[in-house]
């Protein structure tokens, strides 16, 4: 079964500190994987793709990592601010159905002044 | 930066009611979507759309579901008779084109709520 898990499901640190997220997926074929960012009551804004043959991509304060063979992905944020406070979806496209994408339940950051 | 829009931010429906959603893609976009998240859960694919019919649907996009593109601007996701179970936000999304590398990007959402 296709499906994508994130830990930890919510996550507090203090503004300024670096954090990572975790993305799992079980996604076969694989195509690409993304990592969104949602503010409360918003839609998701894209913060990363990579596909197969990319195993790090970066956006500011925003690293992503990929590693195809264990299926498993990480977002890095370095320097925390408050505007970072938000839920992060790890996303991966790919199934039996070209371009369809496989989302995460999100992991919560709040960052605390 | 063009964006995605949707109306309403907020839809409240009466049960077996029917509700249309409106989208408003990025104009040069050719590929359009539709999601919902129930509260609380995951981003769920509904419908895929491209070239004026569906490409793609999910297990969720029944019956009682249609989109449609009604003019070069608008796209819009059409619940025949609304359940209870279908409250959640909705999220439009477009693409420039298909394939992996794609971003999509999404609206900010109508949340429907049928009592």
């Known amino acids: 079964k296709n499906q994508v898990e994130q830990s930890p499901q919510s996550l507090i640190i203090l503004e300024g500190k670096n954090c990572t997220l975790q993305?799992?997926?079980?996604?076969?074929?694989?195509?690409?994987l993304r990592w969104y960012k949602q503010d409360t009551g918003r839609g998701p804004v894209s913060l990363t793709i990579?596909?197969?043959?990319?195993n790090t991509k970066s956006n500011g304060r925003y690293t992503a990592t990929l590693d195809a063979d264990t299926k498993q992905s990480s977002l890095h944020i370095t320097a925390s601010q408050l505007s970072d406070s938000a839920s992060y979806i790890c996303v991966v496209s790919g199934g039996s159905t070209l371009g369809r994408l496989y989302f995460g339940r999100g992991t919560q950051l709040t960052v605390w002044p | 930066e063009p964006e995605v829009t949707q109306t309403p931010s907020h839809q409240v429906t009466q049960m077996g009611q029917e509700v249309i959603l409106r989208c408003v893609p990025i104009s040069n976009h050719l590929y359009f979507y539709w999601y919902r998240q129930i509260l609380g859960q995951k981003v769920e694919f509904l419908v895929s759309?491209?070239?004026?019919?569906?490409?793609?649907k999910s297990e969720i996009f029944d019956d009682q579901f249609s989109v449609e593109r009604p003019d070069g601007s608008n796209f819009t996701l059409k619940i025949r008779s609304t359940k209870l179970e279908d409250s959640a936000m909705y999220f439009c999304?477009?693409?420039?084109?298909?394939?992996?590398?794609?971003?999509?990007?999404f609206g900010n959402g109508t949340r429907l709520t049928v009592t």
């Open positions: 759309f491209y070239n004026n019919e569906i490409s793609e």
């Open positions: 999304a477009s693409s420039g084109r298909q394939g992996e590398n794609s971003p999509l990007h």
């Open positions: 990579m596909t197969f043959s990319e």
């Open positions: 993305c799992n997926y079980t996604v076969s074929p694989f195509s690409n």
